[in-house]
């Protein structure tokens, strides 16, 4: 009971947060929005800086299971509660799907997730492993067939690689609108938070060594082409940051209404940074 009403609670937070933003927001309004009394909210959180501290555990849970779950050396990200959104539920059910036609008698074999708070964490974590087996399955079967299926399924082979590629990068902007608030204010939490600053800081080098990894595994199935120079590897990675990191204040500072469907606006722009960069089967 103790820990279904601290996640109750940080859900909460989450979501006014979200549509109010968090100098808006007290705890004595997390606690009426809940039903419970303040104390009840204070037993579990002495203050509102430290519901904050936890939803950004929660989201380093949510990067973690998005990103080292893909790279072949996993980043390790300590577990937490933190669960996927619907949106991000749908496209991985969409591109699972997708790999279940090509690869079913794999996915059979595929260890069912255990029924409890981490279901979809879960679902991400399988649906990663199956586009890695996706990928060795069919880079077996072209080997094997006669060069006309060859080009038949290398052209399958491409386009699966691509949409890997490109859910991955979707699913990251479906976790920045999950916790939209954060990005809108992160630079004035972390300064009045020093807590909070420094486990910030610790995870953007983990979340910028995994964009690295993302680089390297894209170029080893041959996506995408590797920077000519190690500088321009890292000014690709501060690109792909900035776009990813700071969109909503972008859009905030022009004054534009932000919608969800802004975020795939992002995604669209990362995509035209990355583009260039794509081999000719790709694009």
């Given at each position: 009971m103790k820990t279904k009403?601290?996640?109750?609670?940080?859900?909460?937070?989450?979501?006014?947060?979200?549509?109010?933003?968090?100098?808006?927001?007290?705890?004595?309004?997390?606690?009426?929005?809940?039903?419970?009394?303040?104390?009840?909210?204070?037993?579990?959180?002495?203050?509102?800086e430290e519901i904050i501290r936890e939803i950004l555990e929660w989201m380093i849970t949510d990067w973690g299971q998005l990103w080292s779950n893909f790279l072949e050396d996993e980043v390790t990200i300590p577990e937490n509660t933190g669960t996927e959104t619907s949106k991000i539920n749908q496209t991985l059910e969409t591109v699972e799907t997708a790999q279940t036609a090509q690869n079913t008698q794999t996915i059979n074999n595929t260890e069912t997730a255990k029924t409890n708070k981490h279901t979809?964490?879960?679902k991400l974590t399988e649906t990663n492993k199956v586009a890695k087996t996706v990928k060795h399955a069919e880079t077996a079967k072209i080997t094997q067939t006669s060069p006309t299926t060859q080009t038949s399924q290398t052209t399958q082979?491409?386009?699966?690689?691509?949409?890997?590629?490109?859910?991955?990068?979707?699913?990251?902007?479906?976790?920045?609108?999950?916790?939209?608030?954060?990005?809108?204010?992160?630079?004035?939490?972390?300064?009045?938070?020093?807590q909070l600053e420094e486990r910030h800081h610790a995870?953007?080098?983990?979340?910028?060594?995994q964009q690295k990894g993302m680089i390297d595994q894209f170029v080893n199935l041959g996506i995408i082409r590797k920077p000519d120079t190690h500088g321009d590897t890292e000014a690709l990675l501060k690109i792909s940051w900035i776009i990813?990191?700071?969109w909503l204040s972008f859009l905030e500072s022009g004054?534009?209404?932000?919608?969800?469907?802004?975020?795939?606006?992002?995604?669209?722009l990362l995509m035209t940074v990355i583009r260039?960069?794509?081999n000719d089967n790709y694009k």
């Open positions: 009403t601290k996640d109750k609670i940080t859900e909460t937070a989450i979501e006014l947060f979200n549509e109010h933003g968090t100098s808006q927001v007290s705890t004595n309004h997390i606690a009426e929005k809940m039903g419970i009394s303040t104390g009840n909210l204070y037993y579990h959180f002495k203050n509102k979809e964490t879960a082979t491409n386009q699966t690689n691509l949409d890997i590629l490109q859910s991955l990068l979707r699913m990251n902007f479906q976790l920045e609108w999950k916790y939209r608030f954060f990005y809108r204010e992160h630079l004035v939490l972390l300064k009045h938070n020093s995870i953007q080098q983990t979340r910028l060594q990813s990191n700071y004054g534009e209404e932000i919608t969800e469907a802004s975020m795939d606006q992002g995604f669209q260039p960069y794509l």
